[in-house]
């Protein structure tokens, strides 16, 4: 529990200050939608997955809308051991 929360506190650091807080107070991990990295550009994006996914490929991505409207991507990464991971970002307010 420790680790997520910490790694929550990264995340928001490497979105800085366009980070925002979501609705129920969660760590912004990316590992679910409630959870999603808040980010405003298709290059802040980037720099996220870069960062906490340094030698992964890129496998594909989804877009995906909630009830309110929301916008959201889904990233799946391969890590070089193979293991896939999924990020979310919500890019509802993407330029």
Known sequence: MLRH??????FVAVVGCGARQNEK???QDG???????YVTSAAEEAD???K???DCE???RNIIQDDNGNQYEKVRMKEPNGK???YWFD???MR
């Open 58 to 60: 890129f496998i594909k």
């Open 84 to 86: 896939e991971r999924w």
């Open 25 to 27: 107070n969660l760590p």
């Open 5 to 10: 929360m910490l790694t929550g506190m990264v």
């Open 31 to 37: 590992s679910s939608m409630a959870r999603a990295i």
């Open 48 to 50: 996220v997955l870069k």
């Open 91 to 93: 890019i509802s307010q």
């Open 52 to 54: 906490w996914c340094p």
